[in-house]
């Protein structure tokens, strides 16, 4: 860093609003380019994640570490958890199937419900938009490029 640099204090309003909806706090520091590709990116990665996992990839209460990484994407991840509660979890959607457990015991299940491997990779890839947006907040924050002299 050059001696007559000044130190600039983190622009927290970019990183809020890059949480907000990924790629914002990089339009708001000036670079457009590089925002519209981090809501590309991130918004992209998120929803085929879920189109993949369905919507009950993003479980808040029974995957909740990957949530943690899920929420790094913003409200999106917030919304998608709050759709998979009302919806498959309340079981407003979908047609409850009858299931004969082990035990002989017969319990209702929701037939939108995702399992396997597929739910898995949808997990995955929702909380991979959620880390990388959690890079692009950090970069964001730095504040406006400078150009180079």
Request: with cysteine.
């Amino acid at each position: 860093m050059s001696e007559d640099a000044e130190e600039s204090p983190l622009a927290l309003t970019a990183g809020l609003l890059g949480w907000i909806w990924p790629g914002l706090g990089h339009l708001k520091n000036g670079d457009g380019r590089r925002g519209r590709l981090v809501m590309l990116g991130v918004v992209g990665l998120f929803l085929m994640g879920v189109l993949i996992g369905g919507v009950d990839c993003v479980d808040r209460k029974e995957d909740g570490l990957w949530f943690v990484a899920q929420a790094g994407a913003g409200p999106i991840a917030l919304v998608t958890d709050a759709a998979n509660t009302y919806l498959l979890k309340g079981g407003r959607v979908g047609e409850m199937l009858p299931l004969t457990l082990p035990n002989g015991s017969v319990s209702q299940v929701n037939s939108f419900r995702g399992v396997g491997a597929v739910n898995d990779i949808g997990t995955l890839f929702t909380a991979m938009a959620g880390l990388m947006n959690v890079v692009a907040l950090l970069d964001a924050m730095r504040g406006p490029r400078k150009a180079a002299s």
